[in-house]
Protein backbone atom coordinates (compact mmCIF):
# COMPACT_ATOMS: atom_id res chain seq x y z
CA UNK A 1 0.00 0.00 0.00
CA UNK A 2 1.00 3.27 -0.87
CA UNK A 3 2.07 5.44 2.14
CA UNK A 4 1.36 9.50 2.27
CA UNK A 5 1.73 11.74 4.60
CA UNK A 6 0.68 15.11 5.36
CA UNK A 7 2.85 18.73 5.15
CA UNK A 8 2.97 18.94 8.99
CA UNK A 9 4.28 14.92 9.17
CA UNK A 10 6.90 16.52 6.64
CA UNK A 11 7.51 19.58 8.44
CA UNK A 12 7.98 17.86 11.70
CA UNK A 13 10.61 14.94 10.39
CA UNK A 14 12.57 17.78 8.37
CA UNK A 15 13.35 19.68 12.08
CA UNK A 16 14.27 16.25 13.24
CA UNK A 17 16.39 15.92 10.84
CA UNK A 18 18.56 19.25 10.88
CA UNK A 19 18.85 18.51 14.88
CA UNK A 20 20.33 15.13 13.48
CA UNK A 21 22.93 16.92 11.11
CA UNK A 22 23.40 19.37 13.93
CA UNK A 23 24.49 16.33 16.37
CA UNK A 24 26.33 14.61 13.72
CA UNK A 25 28.41 17.59 12.97
CA UNK A 26 28.86 17.63 17.01
CA UNK A 27 30.49 14.17 16.64
CA UNK A 28 32.16 15.32 13.86
CA UNK A 29 34.59 17.72 16.13
CA UNK A 30 34.48 14.85 18.91
CA UNK A 31 32.90 17.31 21.20
CA UNK A 32 30.84 15.46 24.12
CA UNK A 33 29.17 18.64 25.80
CA UNK A 34 28.26 19.71 21.77
CA UNK A 35 27.41 16.08 21.20
CA UNK A 36 24.82 16.54 24.67
CA UNK A 37 23.55 19.40 23.70
CA UNK A 38 22.45 18.30 20.07
CA UNK A 39 21.10 14.78 21.00
CA UNK A 40 18.86 16.68 23.66
CA UNK A 41 17.44 18.70 20.85
CA UNK A 42 17.09 16.27 18.31
CA UNK A 43 15.50 13.69 21.35
CA UNK A 44 12.93 17.13 21.77
CA UNK A 45 12.31 16.96 17.87
CA UNK A 46 11.99 13.67 17.18
CA UNK A 47 9.42 13.19 19.64
CA UNK A 48 6.94 15.75 17.67
CA UNK A 49 6.66 14.14 15.46
CA UNK A 50 3.45 12.99 14.90
CA UNK A 51 2.96 9.66 13.17
CA UNK A 52 -1.02 10.58 13.36
CA UNK A 53 -0.12 12.17 9.70
CA UNK A 54 0.76 8.90 7.81
CA UNK A 55 -2.11 7.54 5.97
CA UNK A 56 -1.00 3.85 5.36
CA UNK A 57 -2.43 0.50 6.72
CA UNK A 58 -1.79 -0.59 10.48
CA UNK A 59 1.07 -2.35 10.05
CA UNK A 60 3.36 0.81 8.54
CA UNK A 61 1.83 3.15 10.83
CA UNK A 62 2.73 0.49 13.67
CA UNK A 63 6.09 -0.02 12.20
CA UNK A 64 6.41 3.71 12.25
CA UNK A 65 5.79 4.48 16.22
CA UNK A 66 7.97 1.53 16.82
CA UNK A 67 11.04 2.94 15.10
CA UNK A 68 10.35 6.16 16.94
CA UNK A 69 10.08 4.91 19.64
CA UNK A 70 13.50 2.80 19.54
CA UNK A 71 14.96 6.46 18.13
CA UNK A 72 14.31 8.28 21.40
CA UNK A 73 15.31 5.25 23.55
CA UNK A 74 18.69 5.34 21.87
CA UNK A 75 18.62 8.94 21.87
CA UNK A 76 18.30 8.69 25.97
CA UNK A 77 21.07 6.07 26.02
CA UNK A 78 23.31 8.60 23.94
CA UNK A 79 22.79 11.40 26.32
CA UNK A 80 23.03 8.72 29.81
CA UNK A 81 26.65 7.64 28.34
CA UNK A 82 29.95 9.54 29.61
CA UNK A 83 32.09 8.74 26.86
CA UNK A 84 32.39 9.72 22.99
CA UNK A 85 33.27 6.33 22.01
CA UNK A 86 29.52 4.84 24.06
CA UNK A 87 27.54 7.73 22.74
CA UNK A 88 29.04 7.09 18.61
CA UNK A 89 27.67 3.82 18.93
CA UNK A 90 23.94 5.25 20.53
CA UNK A 91 24.23 7.31 17.46
CA UNK A 92 25.05 4.64 15.28
CA UNK A 93 21.56 2.71 16.11
CA UNK A 94 19.97 6.33 15.84
CA UNK A 95 21.24 6.57 12.50
CA UNK A 96 20.21 3.42 11.42
CA UNK A 97 16.48 3.73 13.00
CA UNK A 98 15.98 7.04 11.60
CA UNK A 99 16.86 5.96 8.14
CA UNK A 100 14.77 3.15 8.19
CA UNK A 101 12.13 5.61 9.54
CA UNK A 102 12.35 8.02 6.56
CA UNK A 103 11.93 4.90 4.02
CA UNK A 104 8.82 3.68 5.95
CA UNK A 105 6.90 6.85 5.72
CA UNK A 106 8.16 7.27 2.60
CA UNK A 107 9.58 10.78 2.96
CA UNK A 108 9.17 13.20 0.58
CA UNK A 109 11.23 16.34 1.82
CA UNK A 110 14.92 17.16 0.97
CA UNK A 111 17.32 14.21 -0.26
CA UNK A 112 18.81 12.10 2.77
CA UNK A 113 21.78 9.95 1.94
CA UNK A 114 23.40 7.36 3.81
CA UNK A 115 27.04 6.84 4.54
CA UNK A 116 28.98 3.75 5.63
CA UNK A 117 32.77 3.68 7.02
CA UNK A 118 33.79 -0.32 7.06
CA UNK A 119 36.31 0.77 9.82
CA UNK A 120 34.02 1.94 12.83
CA UNK A 121 33.68 -0.27 15.47
CA UNK A 122 36.72 -2.67 14.98
CA UNK A 123 35.79 -2.89 11.36
CA UNK A 124 32.44 -3.49 11.99
CA UNK A 125 31.34 -0.71 10.22
CA UNK A 126 28.63 1.57 10.55
CA UNK A 127 26.28 3.79 8.62
CA UNK A 128 25.41 7.46 9.35
CA UNK A 129 22.46 9.91 7.22
CA UNK A 130 23.68 13.05 5.38
CA UNK A 131 21.71 16.33 3.20
CA UNK A 132 25.32 16.29 0.89
CA UNK A 133 26.86 13.39 -0.48
CA UNK A 134 29.98 14.72 0.46
CA UNK A 135 31.39 11.83 3.16
CA UNK A 136 33.00 13.57 6.63
CA UNK A 137 32.40 10.99 9.01
CA UNK A 138 31.38 11.32 12.75
CA UNK A 139 32.86 7.79 14.28
CA UNK A 140 36.70 9.24 13.70
CA UNK A 141 36.15 12.81 14.00
CA UNK A 142 39.97 14.32 12.33
CA UNK A 143 41.58 11.35 12.40
CA UNK A 144 39.64 9.71 9.18
CA UNK A 145 37.28 12.58 8.41
CA UNK A 146 36.57 11.25 4.67
CA UNK A 147 36.67 7.87 5.43
CA UNK A 148 33.48 6.23 4.01
CA UNK A 149 31.27 5.80 1.09
CA UNK A 150 27.56 6.74 0.18
CA UNK A 151 25.19 3.50 0.44
CA UNK A 152 21.68 4.12 -0.79
CA UNK A 153 19.56 7.74 -0.45
CA UNK A 154 15.79 8.82 0.17
CA UNK A 155 14.58 10.51 -2.28
CA UNK A 156 11.01 9.94 -2.59
CA UNK A 157 8.72 12.13 -5.19
CA UNK A 158 5.47 13.39 -4.44
Not at 57 to 85: F, P, W, Y
Not at 140 to 148: A, D, I, P, Q, Y
Amino acid sequence: MAVSTNDSLTGNVGAALKAYYNMKDAFIKSDTTLVNKEAANFSGKILEVEMEGIKADTAILELAVQLKQSISGETNNMLAAKDIEAKRKSFQAVSDGLFDLLRTIRYSGSKVYQQFCPMAFDNNGAAWLSKSSEIINPYFGEKMLHCGDLRDSVNIAQ
